[in-house]
């Protein structure tokens, strides 16, 4: 019996996939006009009782949030797509929308018709052109065969390289057309969101997951997953293993499983750390490949689903060197407003830098774990959370690594070794 | 450069995609590399009065987002992703060999100005880790060899083809141009998806 349950990806095989007419051979917009016929109100019971939860790391239950809009308010109302995918590990909704544009369009019009909206926005990073001309070209293709421009209009946004615009109210910064940073909350978007106006601000994933919804039933989403995670998900696999790739699959289903599918990981070596849900969520070890994924079991054990991006590092990799890297990031893409993450992400650097290079002492390791103190909890969004994340989670489970390149005086592991050519003369 | 009434015409109908025009102000500094080749002076101008902004609103936007680029970069921008799964997985290699290959260092550009070189931030293909991009476009599973056979086939005029994009790779103008949001017609070339966006779905129709 298989693990795996193709949804979103059930058709990506097929070289038209991205087309209309590709959309269209496997019932494509028949969902969104039966949605259409219905009641709003109804839309978004169904997608409540599907269980639908947030794709993009949070899990918000997503038929709740679009409960939230205030109806009857004579305001306009805006969706907003967040395709702004850039969660270092995160590279599920960048294939989804190059290989089937089509089925999130098709989940704006339904979206949009539950919160009585009439414009949907795809907020998409800048960095794939050639994603962009995808969903671009579908737009245009909806809008020549009428399927868009009556009733709903959705307008392609393209961002231009900044990590912290994922966050949903930098987001509505940047799309308003200002510098990307967030805001404070409450007012939550629900009630004053782009242009100040009642907005609902979605993942890829979650809104490509409806038509299929619409079309099957709460009922049958609701028959995979798990007691509170349900229905299926891309689970993205990367990193040291044989076949790295998206499979898409129930939740609940458990790293040893995926490993078992994908060859596991490469030969002659085994799991040292991963992340559950990209960067930003606390590193696991080997001692959590039958931990549930789904957003209660990875919780339960200390870390997070996020964007279910499962980024394998074998025995080879520097715990030390991977987290530096991701520090690194995070300084890099810290939008400067609040001080505990502009100040805090630089500091960090500046002392895993020396941890690296074994010029540290065992003190450094306390004053780490206290600034990131400081910045959980404490920082305007979860940007500065999430930094704290792996540095924490490695400390706590790789202490000895740590003190290892003290004592040595440097980092003891080859970098060579960890490459995917080790060996082949690289 | 000038920007002529055809140009600006672009810019209002750019403008025009928006409930509110300040909205436009991303794709208009796209599209102003997409002429000059980075933001210009002359094209802060542009997109300040078409938008009845001053100056200074638009340099903010502007300097706060790494793909808008304040002095010119080749005419293929090469990233290589140093993020860490690619960093580990080869992309710390790749970039140091580029440097060394090309002679240049970050966000620099070798003197025919054909190619510049910057590292980068994941960019969503961990599945095919070392990842380079070029103007943006996909070059997935990179080695050392390839990534410079890569450069190499730039500065020769002939640049290699994207792995997960169109036929021909297009020039960073051409590309910008993309990323306003204009269309070049090659959104049906190239492959709807590689090897590993498969995996699950191939394994799934063995019953695995």
């Known amino acids: 019996m298989t693990k795996l349950a193709p949804v979103l990806s059930a058709h990506w095989d097929e070289k038209d996939s991205f087309t209309l007419e590709g959309y269209k051979r496997h019932g494509g917009y028949t969902a969104s006009a039966k949605?259409?016929?219905?009641?709003?109100?109804?839309?978004?019971?169904?997608?409540?009782?599907?269980?639908?939860?947030?794709?993009?790391?949070?899990?918000f239950p997503t038929g709740m949030k679009w409960g939230f809009i205030p109806q009857g308010d004579n305001k306009d109302h805006y969706l907003v797509v967040n395709a702004d995918e850039s969660e270092p590990g995160t590279c599920k909704d960048t294939p989804l929308l190059m290989a089937n544009p089509h089925v999130l369009i098709e989940g704006c019009i339904i979206a949009c018709h539950a919160i009585r909206a009439k414009h949907a926005f795809i907020y998409i990073r800048g960095e794939v052109t050639h994603v962009v001309r995808r969903v671009n070209q579908a737009i245009a293709d909806a809008y020549a065969a009428g399927i868009l421009g009556n009733g709903v209009d959705v307008v392609l946004h393209i961002g231009a390289?900044?990590?912290?615009?994922?966050?949903?109210?930098?987001?509505?910064?940047?799309?308003?057309?200002?510098?990307?940073?967030?805001?404070?909350?409450?007012?939550?978007?629900?009630?004053?969101?782009?242009?100040?106006?009642?907005?609902?601000?979605?993942?890829?994933?979650?809104?490509?997951?409806?038509?299929?919804i619409v079309n099957n039933g709460a009922e049958w989403y609701q028959s995979m997953g798990t007691e509170k995670s349900k229905g299926t998900t891309l689970y993205s696999l990367s990193g040291h293993v044989v076949n790295p790739g998206q499979f898409e699959a129930p939740l609940g289903i458990t790293l040893r499983e995926i490993l078992d599918l994908a060859g596991g990981v490469r030969p002659g070596h085994k799991l040292k750390f991963w992340t559950p849900g990209g960067s930003s969520t606390p590193l696991f070890t080997d001692a959590h490949l039958d931990t549930p994924l789904d957003y209660e079991g990875v919780a339960a054990a200390g870390s997070m689903l996020g964007t279910k991006a499962l980024q394998i590092f074998d025995e080879t990799t520097c715990v030390v060197r991977a987290?530096?890297?991701?520090?690194?990031?995070?300084?890099?893409?810290?939008?400067?407003?609040c001080t505990p993450c502009r100040e805090g992400t630089w500091w960090l650097v500046q002392i895993l830098r020396d941890l690296e290079a074994g010029k540290g002492t065992e003190a450094d390791l306390a004053k780490l774990l206290d600034l990131c103190?400081?910045?959980?909890?404490?920082?305007?969004c979860a940007l500065g959370d999430g930094a704290t994340s792996p540095i924490t989670s490695s400390i706590k489970y790789f202490r000895d690594e740590y003190i290892a390149h003290l004592t040595q005086g440097g980092c003891p592991f080859d970098p060579v070794a960890s490459t995917l050519f080790a060996g082949a003369g690289a | 450069m000038a920007y002529t009434d055809e140009d600006i015409q672009v810019m209002e109908s750019i403008i025009k995609r928006y409930p509110r025009?300040?909205?436009?102000?991303?794709?208009?500094?796209?599209?102003?590399q997409s002429k000059a080749g980075y933001v210009t002076n002359e094209g802060i101008e542009a997109i300040a009065k078409v938008l009845q902004l001053e100056a200074a609103e638009v340099t903010a936007v502007s300097t706060f987002y790494t793909q808008y680029k304040p002095t010119p970069v080749g005419e293929y921008h090469v990233g290589v992703c140093t993020n860490t799964l690619c960093a580990v997985m080869g992309g710390d290699a790749i970039f140091a060999s580029l440097k060394?290959?090309?002679?240049?260092?970050?966000?620099?550009?070798?003197?025919?100005?054909?190619?510049?070189l910057e590292h980068i931030e994941c960019n969503a293909a961990c599945d095919y880790a070392p990842v380079v991009m070029a103007n943006w476009e996909f070059y997935d599973n990179q080695t050392v060899e390839s990534a410079k056979d890569l450069v190499d086939s730039m500065r020769a005029g002939n640049p290699k083809p994207p792995t997960r994009g169109p036929n021909k790779l297009v020039t960073w103008k051409e590309a910008s141009a993309v990323l306003a949001g204009l269309s070049d017609g090659l959104a049906h070339e190239g492959v709807q998806a590689g090897e590993p966006t498969l995996l699950g779905l191939k394994l799934s129709k063995e019953g695995k």
């Open chain 1, 323 to 337: 987290v530096l890297r991701w520090t690194e990031f995070y300084k890099h893409e810290s939008c400067g407003k």
């Open chain 1, 373 to 380: 103190d400081n910045i959980m909890g404490r920082s305007f």
């Open chain 1, 35 to 59: 949605a259409l016929a219905m009641d709003p109100d109804a839309v978004i019971q169904l997608v409540k009782d599907s269980g639908l939860r947030g794709r993009g790391g949070a899990g």
């Open chain 2, 21 to 32: 025009p300040r909205s436009a102000i991303m794709p208009l500094l796209h599209y102003v």
């Open chain 2, 100 to 116: 060394d290959h090309l002679g240049i260092g970050n966000d620099e550009v070798t003197a025919d100005g054909k190619v510049s």
């Open chain 1, 161 to 212: 390289g900044a990590y912290i615009c994922g966050e949903e109210t930098a987001l509505l910064d940047s799309l308003e057309g200002f510098r990307g940073q967030p805001r404070l909350r409450p007012p939550f978007p629900a009630i004053a969101g782009l242009y100040a106006r009642p907005t609902v601000v979605n993942n890829v994933e979650s809104i490509a997951s409806v038509p299929a």
